[in-house]
Protein backbone atom coordinates (compact mmCIF):
# COMPACT_ATOMS: atom_id res chain seq x y z
CA UNK A 1 0.00 0.00 0.00
CA UNK A 2 1.11 3.67 -0.35
CA UNK A 3 2.88 5.17 2.72
CA UNK A 4 0.37 8.01 2.91
CA UNK A 5 -2.64 5.40 2.72
CA UNK A 6 -1.17 3.53 5.64
CA UNK A 7 -0.93 6.63 7.50
CA UNK A 8 -4.08 7.94 6.94
CA UNK A 9 -6.23 4.26 8.01
CA UNK A 10 -3.59 3.29 10.45
CA UNK A 11 -2.91 0.14 8.26
CA UNK A 12 0.19 -1.81 8.26
CA UNK A 13 1.28 -4.92 7.29
CA UNK A 14 1.60 -7.74 10.02
CA UNK A 15 4.77 -9.13 11.26
CA UNK A 16 3.58 -12.61 12.89
CA UNK A 17 0.56 -15.26 12.48
CA UNK A 18 -2.85 -14.77 13.22
CA UNK A 19 -3.34 -16.22 16.87
CA UNK A 20 -6.16 -15.63 18.47
CA UNK A 21 -7.56 -16.91 22.04
CA UNK A 22 -11.58 -17.24 21.67
CA UNK A 23 -13.29 -17.94 25.11
CA UNK A 24 -16.12 -20.20 24.46
CA UNK A 25 -18.60 -20.41 27.83
CA UNK A 26 -20.30 -23.77 26.51
CA UNK A 27 -16.11 -25.67 26.87
CA UNK A 28 -15.39 -23.72 29.55
CA UNK A 29 -12.29 -22.39 27.77
CA UNK A 30 -10.41 -20.42 25.15
CA UNK A 31 -10.22 -21.76 21.83
CA UNK A 32 -6.65 -21.38 20.50
CA UNK A 33 -7.34 -20.85 16.41
CA UNK A 34 -5.62 -18.95 13.96
CA UNK A 35 -6.43 -17.03 10.99
CA UNK A 36 -5.37 -16.41 7.71
CA UNK A 37 -7.06 -14.09 4.74
CA UNK A 38 -8.24 -15.10 2.00
CA UNK A 39 -4.78 -15.95 -0.43
CA UNK A 40 -2.49 -16.83 2.30
CA UNK A 41 -4.35 -20.08 2.48
CA UNK A 42 -2.21 -20.44 -0.60
CA UNK A 43 0.78 -20.50 1.96
CA UNK A 44 1.51 -23.19 3.68
CA UNK A 45 3.85 -22.01 6.12
CA UNK A 46 1.83 -19.01 7.32
CA UNK A 47 -1.16 -21.65 8.72
CA UNK A 48 2.00 -24.31 9.40
CA UNK A 49 3.31 -21.57 11.93
CA UNK A 50 0.32 -21.07 13.70
CA UNK A 51 -0.51 -25.40 14.00
CA UNK A 52 2.75 -25.60 15.76
CA UNK A 53 1.87 -22.84 18.04
CA UNK A 54 -1.10 -25.04 18.98
CA UNK A 55 -4.17 -23.62 17.39
CA UNK A 56 -6.92 -25.86 17.00
CA UNK A 57 -9.18 -24.59 14.64
CA UNK A 58 -8.35 -22.58 10.96
CA UNK A 59 -10.55 -19.62 9.80
CA UNK A 60 -10.25 -18.48 6.38
CA UNK A 61 -12.19 -14.99 5.84
CA UNK A 62 -12.57 -14.11 2.09
CA UNK A 63 -14.71 -11.83 0.19
CA UNK A 64 -14.29 -13.08 -3.80
CA UNK A 65 -16.43 -10.34 -5.15
CA UNK A 66 -13.95 -9.27 -7.30
CA UNK A 67 -13.78 -12.54 -9.18
CA UNK A 68 -17.58 -12.91 -9.59
CA UNK A 69 -18.83 -16.41 -11.00
CA UNK A 70 -15.53 -17.22 -11.49
CA UNK A 71 -14.15 -20.56 -10.29
CA UNK A 72 -12.10 -18.93 -8.14
CA UNK A 73 -14.12 -19.57 -4.76
CA UNK A 74 -13.91 -22.99 -5.66
CA UNK A 75 -10.38 -23.13 -6.12
CA UNK A 76 -9.88 -21.36 -2.86
CA UNK A 77 -12.21 -23.90 -0.84
CA UNK A 78 -10.31 -26.53 -2.28
CA UNK A 79 -7.12 -24.79 -0.92
CA UNK A 80 -8.98 -24.75 2.23
CA UNK A 81 -9.79 -28.63 2.03
CA UNK A 82 -6.27 -29.33 1.44
CA UNK A 83 -5.21 -27.41 4.49
CA UNK A 84 -7.71 -28.85 6.65
CA UNK A 85 -6.32 -32.50 5.75
CA UNK A 86 -2.76 -31.17 5.72
CA UNK A 87 -2.45 -30.08 9.18
CA UNK A 88 -5.38 -32.15 10.95
CA UNK A 89 -7.24 -29.52 11.44
CA UNK A 90 -11.16 -28.03 10.95
CA UNK A 91 -11.38 -25.22 8.35
CA UNK A 92 -14.05 -22.91 8.66
CA UNK A 93 -13.96 -20.15 5.29
CA UNK A 94 -16.32 -17.92 5.81
CA UNK A 95 -17.37 -15.19 2.57
CA UNK A 96 -19.11 -12.38 2.05
CA UNK A 97 -20.32 -13.44 -1.46
CA UNK A 98 -18.17 -16.76 -2.27
CA UNK A 99 -18.53 -20.26 -1.23
CA UNK A 100 -19.13 -20.56 2.75
CA UNK A 101 -17.87 -24.35 4.64
CA UNK A 102 -16.55 -25.89 7.93
CA UNK A 103 -14.36 -28.64 6.86
CA UNK A 104 -13.17 -31.68 8.76
CA UNK A 105 -9.99 -32.40 9.27
CA UNK A 106 -10.34 -35.53 7.36
CA UNK A 107 -11.24 -33.25 4.33
CA UNK A 108 -14.94 -33.39 4.44
CA UNK A 109 -17.25 -30.92 4.02
CA UNK A 110 -19.43 -30.73 7.23
CA UNK A 111 -21.28 -27.53 6.07
CA UNK A 112 -21.10 -26.00 2.61
CA UNK A 113 -23.01 -23.04 0.77
CA UNK A 114 -23.56 -22.16 -2.95
CA UNK A 115 -22.20 -19.13 -4.70
CA UNK A 116 -23.22 -16.02 -2.74
CA UNK A 117 -25.92 -17.33 -0.86
CA UNK A 118 -27.68 -15.49 1.85
CA UNK A 119 -27.34 -17.35 5.36
CA UNK A 120 -26.25 -17.57 8.47
CA UNK A 121 -25.21 -20.51 10.50
CA UNK A 122 -23.95 -21.39 13.84
CA UNK A 123 -21.54 -24.28 13.81
CA UNK A 124 -19.41 -26.11 16.52
CA UNK A 125 -16.16 -27.40 14.05
CA UNK A 126 -14.02 -30.59 15.66
CA UNK A 127 -11.36 -28.80 17.52
CA UNK A 128 -7.99 -30.78 17.66
CA UNK A 129 -8.03 -30.69 21.21
CA UNK A 130 -6.01 -33.39 23.05
CA UNK A 131 -2.42 -34.97 23.16
CA UNK A 132 -3.34 -37.33 20.63
CA UNK A 133 -4.17 -35.21 17.69
CA UNK A 134 -7.90 -36.85 17.90
CA UNK A 135 -10.51 -34.29 16.80
CA UNK A 136 -13.44 -34.08 19.20
CA UNK A 137 -16.88 -33.53 18.12
CA UNK A 138 -18.83 -30.62 19.92
CA UNK A 139 -21.84 -30.68 17.58
CA UNK A 140 -23.33 -30.00 14.35
CA UNK A 141 -24.18 -26.88 12.61
CA UNK A 142 -27.31 -25.21 13.21
CA UNK A 143 -28.58 -22.79 10.59
CA UNK A 144 -30.71 -19.62 12.22
Same mark, same amino acid.
Given at each position: M?????R +??????????G??????? /??G /?A?P??????? +??A?D??I??S?????E?I????N???F???? +????????????A???G???????T??V?????????FL? /??G?????? /?????????D??G?P??????? +??
Open positions: DPRTD +ELGAAAGTGILLDVPIV /RL /RVITTAICF +EVYQLRAVVAGRLVIPTNASGLTQ +EPTQQLAMSRFRVDHRAVVQISVGSSMIGPDGTE /RTLSPATR /RACSPPLRCGAQASNGPCQ +ES
